[in-house]
């Protein structure tokens, strides 16, 4: 290459430098005012594109002025010519310039800080040719259909460390920079591989990525993601002040929630460039501590594409992923979550202002994050973004045996190889940074029972990862919940592989309450059995009643007040016919199918919301409710509501003002009383002494009634609970108070407000009570 370096060359021209394999700098010239270069190609394959040296260099060296007129590769077409690119000076002034690059190291994956510049490093295994692509006006470019890119083709011989492909670009900007990968490799379907240079990759490993600015910009729905950093700005300040709230597991009561969808109704009061933010978020905390819950567990924040349905024509194109459960990247916070189509900065920055403030009120800040799927769908309609273009025989099950097409366990068209060691990576990377970087204090595992697959997909008794996250350090103060099922018949209620740490969404609590309140036979006994901690399921090892989160109502599902108006789903919105959602809702509509002005119905619906309530607030685990439940809110039968960004998905403040004085009332009092009383927390299992069962019949399969008192040992502050399940009064005898106290009745759901709850108690003397039917009640023994 000496030759190439000859003054005849490089007077009066602009270099660009790179490093040989003897790690000596070598110069590319790029062609002076008088010359045109048709092909730029150097050792390691670098190709400058109109964007890169007419718009960034300027930016980046401050020594290149003029305007260029150039031919530029098309970055996003799926067709990209790998022959010649023109490129003609129209005026240069200064002095030359020189971009370096050289080897880099594998590790950290991704993008990261080094001593002369940025360090770019990705896995691949199977890729014979990798090249890095930088867009270095970045946040603009990366939208234009014809952005241009630099790319820099990676030297296999000195560019990769065992099936790590790196490089580093000295003097690169450290900010402002967005980047992807072009990667190549064996092709062969039936092999496993999806490999296609023409499409420009997402790096796994990008802490920021890119992408569209405004949440549902159909107008730009096509947008492509790129991976982005910044290494600008000032590290961000947590306060003197701050800690973290560290609440035992045993006083949590959490609050299942969409960023968005909680603050982006006009109803919210918000300015509009806050509305479905993480700042809008922080603007509703005072309503978060009305309500009592200390802890908020976020639908998906990771980047997703909510345009995803929209990409070719079928039955959901009309539809917007508002949900999140389709993951584009795994450490990067939803982009346009940030106020004002702020981009990825912003909403770094923001998802910190968003703990900080939860934190500083006492809230802690619990994830729920999907490794069991990603965005790029099925074989049929492939969606080519990041990993299966890098490696996809790695990062998905595949079946060998049947033309490597994807086993799908999740649902959604593929399933991630959590247990491949090189995922499994991946996995603890992407958590440890949500709790160093961010701050989080847990995660719920999205259909957690794909971590507990091999890479063929057979179950596995000791699963690698799940093992891993229970018994890393860095996660050891968060709590970590598993959705202990999956979509290919996994159950693992109540036997999910935990090391004594993982809590599970019980499952088996939801549909026992559910049918024991609506009225259904032979329920008495497993309703008395989820109430008390399900003790079947959980008294095993080390475990206790908070490893049981208990739930009446989710995301997924009908919300509480549908739970009560409707016998059957809605969801022809949906596109599907009617075919999507769960069929098994254990649900009554109370004599009336959806929307009735028919006052018993009404009454009854009203009484039904709060008996659930309570029996949640009362039971032994760990209680989880979900957004708008505490007002009733309704998606009017529709129970897989997950594609609509509109009012049924978003929280309505109107609504929560109009019934501010009943059944949100109701449901504040009904946590604080919890929260007050340790002996529905406790954390162990009930015994004899602790409860008192008042029933002698238990195998009778048409009762409908159960009650029971809960010993509190230390203060003498009993709480008799009886829940009634019959269409008919029920005469109770209630047993005499321990010494020095008399009953007072708190709770009974068939009172109207305010007297369905009575904080301070009524004075109760009778020896019966006379429970009405469908209704609960719960009488407090003090002085």
């Known amino acids: 290459m000496a030759s190439l370096l000859s003054p005849a060359h490089t007077q009066g021209i602009c270099s660009s430098s790179l490093t040989s394999r003897n790690n000596a700098p070598l110069l590319v010239p790029i062609p002076s005012p008088a010359r045109r270069l048709r092909f730029l190609r150097t050792e390691m394959g670098l190709i400058c594109s109109k964007a890169a040296i007419a718009s960034c260099w300027e930016g980046i060296f401050g020594k290149v002025r003029g305007r260029y007129l150039v031919k530029a590769s098309n970055v996003f077409d799926q067709s990209v010519e790998d022959t010649l690119i023109e490129e003609r000076v129209l005026s240069m002034l200064g002095t030359d310039v020189l971009m370096k690059y050289s080897p880099g190291v594998a590790f950290p994956l991704g993008a990261s800080e080094a001593e002369n510049g940025i ?62 990968y072009r990667i190549d490799g064996p092709q062969g379907r039936e092999q496993g591989h999806f490999f296609d240079r023409r499409v420009v990759l997402l790096d796994p490993y990008a802490k920021l990525v890119s992408g569209r600015k405004r949440f549902g910009d159909v107008t730009n729905k096509m947008s492509k993601f790129l991976g982005t950093y910044d290494f600008d700005s000032l590290p961000f300040d947590w306060g003197p002040d701050y800690k973290l709230p560290n609440i035992p597991e045993t006083d949590l009561v959490i609050y299942e929630m969409n960023v968005r969808g909680f603050t982006v109704d006009e109803s919210s009061g918000l300015h509009p460039d806050i509305r479905g933010s993480y700042l809008g978020v922080i603007q509703k905390i005072p309503h978060l501590l009305e309500l009592g819950i200390n802890a908020v567990e976020l639908l998906p924040v990771f980047e997703f594409d909510e345009l995803e349905f929209q990409r070719y024509p079928n039955p959901r194109d009309h539809m917007i992923n508002t949900w999140g459960y389709s ?42 994050v999907v490794y069991n799927h990603t965005n790029e769908t099925d074989d049929e309609h492939p969606y080519t973004t990041s990993f299966r273009g890098i490696d996809n025989k790695v990062y998905y099950m595949v079946d060998l045996q049947n033309g490597a097409k994807y086993l799908n366990f999740s649902g959604c068209g593929n399933t991630l190889n959590c247990n491949h060691p090189v995922v499994m ?145 809605h969801n022809d919105a949906n596109g599907e016919s ?128 159960l009650a029971f008192t809960l010993h509190d040992d230390q203060f003498g502050g009993d709480i008799y609970l009886a829940f009634n399940a019959h269409n008919y009064f029920v005469k109770a005898a209630i047993p005499s108070p321990p010494n020095k106290k008399r009953w007072h009745r708190v709770v009974d759901t068939n009172l109207e407000s305010p007297e369905d709850f009575t904080p301070e108690g009524v004075l109760f003397c009778n020896t019966n009570y006379n429970v009405a039917p469908y209704c609960s009640i719960l009488l407090e023994a003090k002085p």
């Not at 993951?327 to 703990?355: C, D, H, I, W």
């Open 119 to 180: 360090n770019f490093a990705i896995f691949s295994q199977h890729a014979s040719c990798v090249t890095l692509c930088l867009s270095i006006c970045g946040r603009e470019n990366n939208q234009q259909k014809n952005g241009g890119m630099i790319e820099i083709q990676l030297d296999p011989q000195k560019n990769k460390s065992g099936d790590v492909w790196h490089i580093c670009a000295e003097g690169l900007l450290r900010s402002g920079v967005a980047y992807g």
């Open 327 to 368: 993951t584009l990247n795994f450490f990067s916070p939803m982009s346009r979550y940030a106020s004002a189509g702020g981009g990825p900065l912003v909403a770094s920055n923001e998802f910190k202002q968003m703990v900080k403030a939860l934190h500083n009120a006492g809230i802690e800040v619990i994830l729920d």
């Open 425 to 569: 990576e991946l996995i603890l990377d992407s958590l440890r940074h949500w709790v160093t970087e961010y701050h989080v204090d847990g995660f719920r595992f999205d259909l957690a029972s794909i971590l507990c697959r091999g890479t063929d997909g057979s179950p596995l008794n000791s699963p690698p990862i799940v093992k891993a996250i229970a018994k890393d350090a860095i996660l050891s103060r968060c709590k970590i919940i598993a959705e202990p099922w999956d979509c290919g018949g996994l159950y693992l209620v109540g036997k999910f592989p935990n090391w004594d740490r993982w809590a599970e969404w019980n499952g088996k609590y939801r549909d026992d309450i559910r049918r024991f309140i609506k009225g259904d036979f032979g329920m008495k006994g497993s309703f008395a059995t989820r109430i008390s901690g399900s003790a079947d399921l959980y008294q095993v090892n080390k475990r206790r009643p908070h490893h049981s989160i208990n739930f009446v109502i989710a995301h997924d599902g009908f919300t509480l007040y549908d739970l009560v108006a409707y016998n059957f789903k």
């Open 578 to 705: 009617g075919n999507d959602g769960s069929n098994d809702n254990f649900s009554w509509n109370c004599g009336f199918e959806g929307e009735t002005d028919d006052v018993n119905v009404t009454s009854l619906r009203a009484r039904q919301m709060k008996n659930f309530h309570m029996a949640l607030m009362v039971s032994q685990g760990t209680p989880m409710m979900l957004m708008g439940d505490e007002y009733g809110h309704t998606r009017y039968g529709n129970n897989n509501s997950y594609g609509h960004d509109t009012s049924i998905n978003h929280f309505q403040w109107k609504q929560l003002e109009e019934r501010r004085g009943e059944h949100f009332r109701f449901v504040c009092e009904m946590i604080k009383f919890r929260h007050k009383h340790p002996i529905l927390r406790r954390d162990r299992f009930l015994t004899e002494r602790d409860v008192t069962w008042h029933e002698d019949n238990w195998d009778n399969h048409d009762s409908k009634f």
